[in-house]
Every structure is written in structure tokens, then in C-alpha cells.
């Protein structure tokens, strides 16, 4: 099933996405039944709501409209996205809503290691919008909140989803040295498909941010993440897994892409769970570390026991 110009809360006044009104509907085909969810309404997922609320944070759960909600929150993993709710992209398959954000909150990065703490996260992931408004792209910002769970948190292990930081120097930089445990930034398709799917967007400069990562800081983990199912060939994706790992990217993640809404990217077919176990076999024969593969997976789904997984890997490789 599919939304209008969704609203995620009851509140909400405004349609989210009025850049994208005048698109026409994109029609997808109905969803095939290996893509089940669970609905949210479980106490444990209550409880996540409550902290999150009480937080005044956002998370990207419920601004992407994640179908692992119920099953993520009713375990307390929530994925927090700092620097407001607003992108200043408009990305053609993303459910975050695009304009000109607000200043920042310089009380938020206190206020996200105190929920992470609430939560008692062994393992918590943090991304945020794309802030090309900003002179260092929000890289100070992200640092800051590295640093606030760290003191609050200091056995947590931090997993970041960063933007690509796209013209702003340095910044990178500013991120690296607050040492995250695992560095992510998604690809989120095929280089044929970043015209009409990620516009703002540049592959290789993507590619290059990954590498630089494992150059600057090589203890770190890195991970990248992509969608199928918007109109991609089997051997882009075999490419993509190539072009990771001469970056020297350790876990990848691919997953189905659902649309949010009629006026965002359709649909242009459901990869069998079949296809992707293939996926998976091949991306582990390129060298990866660890290759997540499913209709659901997710960039930071199970992210916690991924990460033990991809200790555990790196340290059989280095025995
Ligand atoms: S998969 Fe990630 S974004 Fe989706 S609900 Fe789980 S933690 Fe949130």
C-alpha cells in the first residue's frame, strides 16, 4: 500500500514532500509476500516511543518509514537522526522531507547520548540529513554527538550514517577523528541510476569518501549499503560490489527499496529472496568482511549484532 504525499504523524499540517507534488504517480506493482512486517504495537516499542518523545529526537525509523519498526523499537533500537527533519536534498526515493532546516540544536548531542543511555544501547547508530547549508556539511555537529555518548556511554559502540559531505573540506576529516566505531555511507544504487534516484549526489565522490576513511583511519569499520529494485542490471550491482571493495569497504548491505509515496520512485521489481542469497554469496567471494542480503535488510537493522559479527570476522582474518 502506498500514500498520497504522506503525513508520518497525525500533527502534521503540511505535506511533507510539496517539491515532489507535481510529480506524476508512479504506479509500483502490489508488494510480492516475502515482504512482511511486524505491526508496531508491542510494549517494548511503546517504551522506545516514550524515550525518543521525551527526547524531543528524531529518528529515521519513523521519518523513512521503516517497515522494521515494530520488530526494531519492540528491542530498543532506534536509529537517531540528528540535525533536524528536514533534508536539504530530495532524493527520489527517500521519505525524509526536503527544505531549508532550522539551525542547529546545540543541546542535541547531550540529548542523544542521554536517550542512548535511557535505552541502555550496547550498539547505537546515529545518521542525519543532508546539510549542504552548512559550511561543514554538519560535521562538527556529528563529532559533538560521538563525543556526548562516549562520555555518558563509554561502552557503547557508535555506528555513523553520514552524508556524503559533498564540497565541504575538511570535513571528513572533523568526523574521522571523533573515532566512530563503524563509519557507513550509503551508495544507495547503481552509477546509472544516481541521475534520476540520487541527483544531488556523485558516485565517486562517494566512493572516494569511503576510501579516504580506511586511509585516514584504517581501525575503523566501513560499510555501504545499496537498494535494489529500482531498475538496476545484475552486473551493475556486481560492479558496485567492486568498486567497495577497491575502497576497502568491509560490510555491505543490500536490500529492497519499498516507495514511500505514489510520487516517489516506483518500484520497478521485487528481487527474489533467491536473487539476493546469490548476492550475498558473491559479494562474500569479492572480499567483504560481511554482506548482509535480504528483502528487509536495512543499513542499521541488527546493526548490533552485525558489528560483534564483524569484530569476530576481522579477527579471524588477522589470526
Ligand atoms: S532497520 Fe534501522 S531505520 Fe529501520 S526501524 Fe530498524 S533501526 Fe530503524
Known amino acids: 500500500m502506498v500514500v498520497l504525499i504522506d503525513t ?6 503540511r505535506p511533507r514532500h510539496p517539491e515532489k507534488a507535481h510529480r506524476p ?3 509500483s506493482p502490489p508488494k510480492p509476500d516475502w515482504i512482511r512486517v511486524r505491526a508496531p504495537n508491542t510494549r517494548g516499542y511503546a517504551d522506545t516511543r516514550k524515550i525518543v518523545k521525551e527526547n524531543g529526537l528524531v529518528t529515521v525509523c519513523e521519518e523513512a518509514g521503516c517497515p522494521n519498526i515494530g520488530e526494531c523499537w519492540d528491542k530498543k533500537h532506534a536509529t537517531f537522526m540528528i540535525m533536524g527533519d528536514t533534508c536539504t536534498r530530495a532524493c527520489a ?4 522531507k526536503t527544505g531549508m532546516p532550522d539551525g542547529l540544536d546545540p543541546q542535541e548531542p547531550e540529548h542523544v547520548a542521554e536517550a542512548v543511555r535511557k535505552l541502555g544501547l550496547a550498539h547505537v547508530v546515529i545518521t542525519s540529513v543532508d546539510r ?3 559550511a561543514d556539511g554538519g560535521a562538527e555537529h556529528f563529532a559533538r554527538t560521538i563525543r556526548a555518548i562516549r ?9 555513523i550514517l553520514t552524508p556524503d559531505f559533498l564540497r565541504k573540506d575538511g570535513a571528513l576529516e572533523v568526523v574521522v577523528a571523533a573515532r566512530p566505531d563503524v563509519f557507513n555511507h550509503n551508495l544507495e544504487t547503481v552509477p546509472s541510476g544516481y541521475l534520476t534516484v540520487r541527483p544531488g549526489a556523485r558516485y565517486f565522490h562517494s566512493i572516494r ?3 579516504r576513511v580506511k586511509e585516514i583511519d584504517p581501525t575503523i569499520f566501513t560499510k555501504s549499503g545499496i537498494m535494489v529494485g529500482l531498475g538496476e542490471e545484475r552486473h551493475e550491482v556486481l560492479q558496485v560490489m567492486d568498486d567497495l571493495r577497491s575502497a576497502d569497504v568491509d560490510f555491505l548491505t543490500i536490500g529492497q527499496y519499498l516507495q514511500p509515496t505514489r510520487k516517489h520512485h516506483a518500484v520497478m521489481r521485487y528481487v527474489t529472496p533467491d536473487e539476493f542469497a546469490g548476492y550475498e554469496k558473491v559479494a562474500y567471494t569479492k572480499g567483504f568482511l560481511m554482506v548482509s542480503a535480504s528483502p528487509l535488510t536495512r543499513s542499521s537493522h541488527h546493526a548490533g549484532e552485525d558489528f560483534a559479527r ?3 570476522a576481522r ?3 588477522t589470526a
Open 93 to 96: 526515493f527517500c521519505n525524509v
Open 310 to 312: 564483524l569484530k569476530a
Open 209 to 211: 569518501l569511503l576510501q
Open 151 to 159: 562520555a555518558q556511554c563509554p561502552t557503547t559502540t557508535i555506528e
Open 8 to 13: 508520518v504523524s497525525d500533527k502534521q499540517v
Open 315 to 317: 579477527e579471524a582474518r
Open 25 to 27: 504517480d508512479a504506479q
Open 132 to 134: 549542504d547549508d552548512l
